[in-house]
Structure formats: C-alpha cells, structure tokens
C-alpha cells in the first residue's frame, strides 16, 4: 500500500451474512494484492442505527448511514457494495448507478427478470460515462474453478460433451429451523433455485463458456411453514412459537441444454443432510474431463482420456502453486484458501477493472442471463417440466 494511490471509497448496504464476507474482502485486498486504487471502508449502511454502528466497529467500517439514500450521495462513495435481500436491488443499484458510483451487487442480481432488465439498462447507460457494475458470483474466484476454466478454454477435454452440478446445503433440512427472509418469495424471489441453483448456473458458463439455451426444471417445497424466528444470525436462528408459511422452493432439479447442444444437468436443495456447501461441478469433454468440490476447494480432479490406459486416471490437483489463479499473493504451496479468499479476490478483481477503466465481469449482462434461466426454470415447473427457451 503506497500513499500516492487514489482512494476508492466503499459504501456497504446490509451487514449479515454477505456483509461479513465483503468486509472481510474490502479490508484485506489492497493488503495482499497490487492495487491501482486503494478501498476505504468509507460507510455501512443499516436501518438500526445501534446494530449497524456495532457491526462497523467490529467489522472496520469508518462510519454508519441508516438511510441507503444518504450513503449514495456522499462525495466520498465512489462504490456502492449491495449485500441486502433481493428485493431491495434494484432500487438500490438503479439509484447508485445514475449517481455516478460503481456497483456491486450479491446474486442473484433481482427477484424478476423485469428488475434485472431495468438494472441492465441503467448498467449500460452508466458505462457510458465511466460507471461500472457487477454481479457477485463469487465462486468464480475460486483457484481450482479458475484452472477449470482455462483447462476447458485451452481444449485439454476437448469439445463439451455434458455437464453435472450440484450445490447441496442442509441448514433447512430440520423442518423447525425458523423462517428467514430467504423463504419468503417477495424478499427473496426464490429458494433453492436462486439463493444457491443461481451459482451453478453461472459455473457452468463460466468454465465451458457457454450459455444455457433452454431447460426442463422441477420445484418442491418439503417443509410449508416453520416457526416464525425471535431471532437470527447468519443462516441459524431461534423459532418461537408462532408459526409462518414457507413461500419458495426448498429444492430444485432442472435439465438444460447448452448453447453447444451439450446437455447439462443440475441439482440444487437446502435439504441434503450431511452436505454443508458441497457445490460440485463435471465436465466430461471428447478427450477429458474436470471435476470439482467445494468442500474440498483447494483441489480440481482433471482426467487425460490421451494418456494410455496402464497409467490413465483422475489426476488430484492441488491448486496451491504461486502458477495457479490468484495463489501468488497468498501462502506457500500447499497451504490452502477458504471461503473468504473468494470475496477478496472478488473485491481484487473489481478494484483491478474499475483502475483500467474496463467492465468488470460478470457483467449485469450476465446476471440478466442468469435471471432469465431462473425464471425459464420456475415457468417449466410450472407447466409440467416443459422443455423451455431462454429468452433474450
């Protein structure tokens, strides 16, 4: 860090879950990594004024705002980091945007593909003036699935034959875990489908650089009410007892058709017990394939159908090596990452584009694609799995 480097000021909106995790990011990324602007935890923005001043002070944050209005028209905001409920995005992202500040915005990007057509537009519009935008799909920033997608890209599998991804929680599966807003449709737009299906969907065109062209998708709700929390933290609560209704999809199963003609197939529930964040991911190629673990995410199994059959085998390995994306700014080989690397190289990545003066990826573009897969999926559900096109 060097005294002469622009300051890039960094207003937060919500300090849960995700506001944990990106201001872990914010404070450690121009300490690592090389950066042409140096972030500042400028303000945190929560409607309790003593919870959010708690949370700053824990979390490093210089001040509070409990009107996100406020925060976005303070000069020294240059970047509006959105970490609240979906429902809340849009409003947030449109109004930051033709104020001049950068977004980050977490995924999904909105609850419906008319939001996410709306933040587009003003995304666009912004960028014709220097303003740029992103969405949070941060596994992307994973090492192993940064190799994975330069494996693929390079042609080492050869041409995509068919994919397999899974992202598979438990917290949900004790039908007395108390209502959050996550299952709440109008807060959240979905359940399964979004909050965890929306990754593997943006991992699947991420690493074989396609996109879905139409899917086939099935939607259940286990669990139909829960007691209503008395209090919550992160994704664990205490449920009193007054009871509520569950409004979204506890699991989704979908199939999909990239824009190759590959089929692809996708599993995503808050009900797999024993499985805590294993988000796992396939692709099986004409001379190859590659297959990864989040919860072993320090590791990529890559399979060379060239290599002769006495030694041929699932090759393990461990993305630890200062060659392998965003290793060289961390520990020696061997010592591994953990979920919070992702964020950092997340807020790396932005700070990165945002000095080059470039659109950082993804792009509300890609967002608004992921958006409209979501959406083609609960239509299918709806209409007896019908085979459905993603509309442009």
């Known amino acids: 860090m060097t005294e002469d480097k622009p300051r890039l000021g960094v207003a937060m909106i919500g300090y849960a879950f995700m506001g944990r995790a990106h201001s872990q990011a914010w404070r450690n990324a121009h300490r690592f990594f090389d950066l042409p602007l140096e972030p500042h935890m400028t303000v945190l923005v929560g409607r309790d004024e003593q919870r959010a001043s708690a949370a700053a002070k824990q979390l490093g944050w210089d001040s509070v705002e409990t009107d996100w209005r406020r925060a976005?028209?303070?000069?020294?905001?240059?970047?509006?980091?959105?970490?609240?409920?979906?429902?809340?995005?849009?409003?947030?992202?449109?109004?930051?945007?033709?104020?001049?500040?950068?977004?980050?915005?977490?995924?999904?990007?909105?609850?419906?593909?008319?939001?996410?057509?709306?933040?587009?537009?003003?995304?666009?519009?912004?960028?014709?003036?220097?303003?740029?935008?992103?969405?949070?799909?941060?596994?992307?920033?994973?090492?192993?699935?940064?190799?994975?997608?330069?494996?693929?890209?390079?042609?080492?599998?050869?041409?995509?034959?068919?994919?397999?991804?899974?992202?598979?929680?438990?917290?949900?599966?004790?039908?007395?875990?108390?209502?959050?807003?996550?299952?709440?449709?109008?807060?959240?737009?979905?359940?399964?489908?979004?909050?965890?299906?929306?990754?593997?969907?943006?991992?699947?065109?991420?690493?074989?650089?396609?996109?879905?062209?139409?899917?086939?998708?099935?939607?259940?709700?286990?669990?139909?009410?829960?007691?209503?929390?008395?209090?919550?933290?992160?994704?664990?609560?205490?449920?009193?007892?007054?009871?509520?209704?569950?409004?979204?999809?506890?699991?989704?199963?979908?199939?999909?058709?990239?824009?190759?003609?590959?089929?692809?197939?996708?599993?995503?529930?808050?009900?797999a017990w024993g499985r805590k964040n294993a988000i796992r991911i396939e692709v099986n190629g004409s001379t190859g394939s590659i297959a990864f673990d989040f919860e072993d995410m320090n590791v990529l199994h890559y399979y060379d159908a060239t290599e002769p059959a006495e030694t041929a085998g699932f090759h393990r390995i461990l993305v630890t090596e200062p060659v392998h994306p965003y290793i060289e700014a961390w520990w020696p080989a061997g010592h591994g990452l953990g979920y919070e690397h992702g964020f950092v190289h997340q807020a790396v990545d932005l700070v990165r584009a945002l000095g080059a003066g470039e659109q950082p990826t993804p792009s509300f573009e890609d967002g608004l694609h992921v958006q409209r897969v979501l959406d083609a999926i609960e239509r299918s559900a709806a209409q007896n799995s019908t085979f459905t096109t993603i509309g442009d």
């Open 72 to 271: 976005i028209e303070r000069e020294d905001v240059d970047v509006v980091d959105i970490c609240t409920p979906g429902d809340t995005h849009a409003e947030i992202a449109i109004a930051a945007l033709e104020a001049g500040k950068h977004v980050l915005v977490e995924k999904p990007m909105a609850n419906t593909v008319a939001e996410a057509e709306a933040m587009t537009t003003a995304a666009v519009a912004a960028r014709a003036r220097g303003v740029q935008s992103m969405v949070g799909f941060t596994y992307r920033r994973v090492p192993a699935v940064r190799l994975a997608q330069r494996l693929v890209a390079e042609g080492r599998i050869g041409e995509v034959r068919q994919v397999r991804a899974q992202y598979l929680q438990d917290w949900l599966a004790d039908a007395e875990t108390p209502l959050s807003w996550r299952l709440d449709k109008e807060k959240a737009g979905s359940g399964a489908l979004g909050d965890i299906g929306a990754h593997i969907i943006d991992l699947t065109q991420f690493i074989t650089g396609q996109q879905l062209a139409g899917v086939s998708g099935m939607l259940d709700t286990f669990v139909t009410e829960r007691p209503v929390a008395e209090s919550f933290s992160g994704l664990h609560g205490t449920g009193g007892t007054e009871r509520g209704p569950v409004t979204v999809d506890d699991a989704a199963s979908f199939l999909g058709r990239l824009s190759s003609g590959a089929p692809a197939v996708f599993e995503a529930s808050r009900f």
